[in-house]
């Protein structure tokens, strides 16, 4: 028995949420990179064909074996006689907290199928088939119990379905994207934090002068980004950025946003076009199961992409090897 789940990808204009400041978009540099971001944002389905029986069982033995939740308890700490060291007196209680349920059994369920995109049947099925004593440790904390179930589901799921992910791409949507609009036409700006939660100032004019964005800074949301636009100084980039929402979908059944692109002059004088997902950690099985999920789809989006013929590259950066390295990997 098998399920097949089927995701669409609708590159959507979020931009207009925010009504912050504005971020500049620089008119000449957007024109070479317009190639790539088109191909950003094609509309797609990614597909995988999942055993059901082999992803029930990995998920029962994972849980079996990793699902743990302890009691809520509070501990209450008096002290007295304060002022004096000699006679200042400690004394701790613990008191266990009462459960109460937020979920019905079907709720329970229904949330799991809805954050993993599996079936409810699968989901009960999984249930079901967990020992007794794991399944009673849900209701002394359900909230937690509903993070760390799903934690191990979505690693059952990827380890089933990673070398299954393919796509079908329909047609690229040049309207209404983070970057242009109803018309196709570049916007003039985009409003602050489409990009990141921190403004990150450039201080070299030579990365500013291949920026998308017309400004002296970039917004970021972590400390490897930063680094990622400090090694954005490579004479091969032609221009870059920071990526707004273009939402490729994933197997895990969330939408999917790279970090950066890149235009890239390869060897021959061609153009390449440069993905990068900067992650912070200094191994690839460091970062989340979900994350890495994400990824694995992303290379099988831009896969697809090369296939019909995009000279496109997608990669993961860690803490290292930096940027120059990975450019100079891609165009060998």
């Known amino acids: 028995m098998s399920e097949i789940w089927v995701a669409d990808h609708k590159a959507k204009d ?15 540099n957007f024109k070479k990179f317009k ?26 033995e994972k849980i079996d074996a990793n699902f743990e939740i302890n009691g809520q308890d509070i ?18 209680d613990t008191v266990t907290v009462e459960t109460h349920s937020i979920f019905t059994l ?15 049947q699968t989901i009960a099925k999984v249930l079901h088939g967990i020992k007794k004593e794991k399944f009673d440790l849900i209701p002394q904390n359900e909230n937690l119990a509903l993070k760390k179930i799903e934690e191990q589901l979505v690693s ?3 380890e089933t379905i990673i070398n299954k992910i393919s796509y079908d791409l329909k047609e690229i949507k040049t309207c209404n994207t983070s970057l242009t609009d109803k018309d196709g036409n570049m916007k003039e700006f985009i409003p602050e934090g489409s990009l990141g939660v921190e403004k990150y100032k450039i201080n070299k004019k030579s990365i500013i002068a291949k920026s998308i964005y017309n400004e002296d800074f970039m917004e970021v949301d972590s400390t490897i980004e930063k680094l990622t636009i400090d090694e954005s100084d490579d004479k091969k980039i032609t221009v870059f950025g920071k990526l707004p929402k273009v939402n490729i979908p994933t197997a895990h ?34 970062i989340s199961t979900k994350e890495r999920l994400q990824i694995k789809s992303a290379e099988a989006f ?25 450019i100079s990997d891609i165009l060998k």
Do not use: C
């Not at 501990?75 to 701790?92: A, P, T």
């Not at 831009?302 to 390295?325: A, H, M």
């Open 253 to 286: 059944g969330r939408h999917y946003n790279p970090d950066f692109g890149y235009v890239i002059e390869s060897k021959d004088g061609k153009e390449l076009y440069f993905v990068v997902e900067a992650k912070g950690y200094d191994k690839f099985y460091d």
């Open 14 to 28: 979020r931009s207009g949420k925010k009504e912050k400041g504005e971020i500049k978009i620089h008119q000449e």
């Open 106 to 120: 079907y709720e329970f369920i229904k949330a799991l199928s809805n954050n993993t995109k599996l079936s409810m």
């Open 302 to 326: 831009f896969k697809k992409l090369k296939d019909i013929g995009v000279n496109v590259e997608y990669k993961t950066k860690l803490n290292s090897p930096e940027l120059s390295q990975l």
């Open 156 to 158: 059952a799921i990827y």
């Open 75 to 92: 501990i209450i700490k008096r002290d007295k006689n304060v002022e004096s060291k000699e006679k200042h007196d400690s004394q701790k």
């Open 35 to 60: 190639a790539l971001w088109d191909n950003l944002n094609y509309d797609a389905v990614v597909k995988y064909d999942i055993d059901s029986d082999t992803l029930i069982k990995s998920a029962i």
